[in-house]
């Protein structure tokens, strides 16, 4: 018989979802961290490249 068809066969959730929470958020937090402080880096280049544009080349670049 086929337990699909059968009306006494009930199918419970697949909780294996949940129980695979706590492994994905500390994952998300991670990740998430690294994409906010690249993209704080970057931006603190950019407008430190921006800055020294704008003055001219200093003399540590001078030396270069």
């Known amino acids: 018989m086929n337990p699909v068809n059968d009306?006494?066969?009930?199918f419970l959730a697949d909780h294996?979802?949940?129980?695979a929470i706590p492994a994905f958020v500390p994952a998300f937090l991670v990740a998430g961290l690294v994409i906010y402080l690249?993209?704080?880096?970057?931006?603190?280049?950019?407008?430190?490249?921006a800055e020294s544009a704008k003055?001219?080349?200093s003399e540590k670049d001078e030396e270069n």
């Open 7 to 10: 009306p006494d066969v009930v």
């Open 38 to 49: 690249a993209v704080r880096d970057r931006k603190a280049e950019a407008a430190e490249n």
């Open 16 to 19: 294996s979802v949940l129980l």
């Open 55 to 57: 003055h001219g080349p």
